[in-house]
């Protein structure tokens, strides 16, 4: 079975500052079927990469995801106000889903 | 605008069963697979069961197998999960969500629904 394992699990941070965000493959990502999405409390998960580095429609090109094999990264270059939330990467090859634990991005 | 709109969450004993519901609006249902994703208190997101559109095929995570069923109803415009045998592990807020078939991932969720296993 395929583990995602994100890291760092937490980041204090301050708006305007940039971040990125690691998700590391316990065995290579088929087809680079690996996204990103955002959650914030109360809400629902929001689709921001997939296929590793291409943005969904709609969101910001702050954004973006580079990667390939076991070794992904989500890269937010300046951090707004709103992008404060949990970042979960996830592989989807075949007709499961793996998701990693997530890393929280917080206000410093 | 596509709408997916969970249901049928609540407080439920161990080892009982509950059925959850996801109304679909705003695009042509049977086209499209859906699945079940689900987030436990102070946890992540884990996948839990998947449909294809024409409800011939599903899919479940090794932790739900032999206890959740994953339907649909094309006429209703319905998805279900069908939950028996429920763990207190199985607290979570269940989101029911659509898979974008040029993407092959997820691009529209439901809200979700509370589902509480306790005795």
């Known amino acids: 079975e395929l583990v995602l394992t994100q890291s760092p699990g937490t980041l204090s941070l301050s708006p305007g500052e940039g971040v990125t965000l690691s998700c590391r493959a316990s065995?290579?990502?088929?087809?680079?079927?690996l996204a990103w999405y955002q959650q914030k409390p109360g809400q629902a998960p929001r689709l921001l990469i997939y296929?590793?580095?291409s943005r969904a429609t709609g969101i910001p090109d702050r954004f973006s995801g580079s990667g390939s094999g076991t070794d992904f990264t989500l890269t937010i270059s300046r951090l707004e106000p709103e992008d404060f939330a949990v970042y979960y990467c996830q592989q989807y090859g075949g007709s499961s889903r793996t998701f990693g634990q997530g890393t929280k991005v917080e206000v410093k | 605008e596509v709408q997916l709109v969970e249901s049928g969450g609540g407080l439920v004993q161990p080892g009982g069963s509950l059925s959850l519901s996801c109304e679909a609006s705003g695009f042509t249902f049977s086209s499209y697979d859906l699945s079940w994703v689900r987030r436990a208190p102070g946890k992540g997101l884990e996948w839990v069961s998947t449909i294809s559109g024409s409800g011939s095929s599903t899919y479940h995570a090794d932790s739900v197998k032999s206890r959740f069923t994953v339907s649909r109803d094309n006429s209703k415009n319905t998805l279900y999960l069908r939950m028996n045998s429920l763990r207190a592990e199985d607290t979570a807020v269940y989101y029911c969500?659509?898979?974008?078939?040029?993407?092959?991932?997820?691009?529209?969720w439901g809200q979700g629904t509370l589902v509480t296993v306790s005795s």
């Open positions: 969500a659509r898979k974008n078939t040029v993407i092959n991932n997820f691009d529209y």
């Open positions: 065995q290579s990502v088929s087809s680079n079927y």
């Open positions: 296929a590793a580095s």
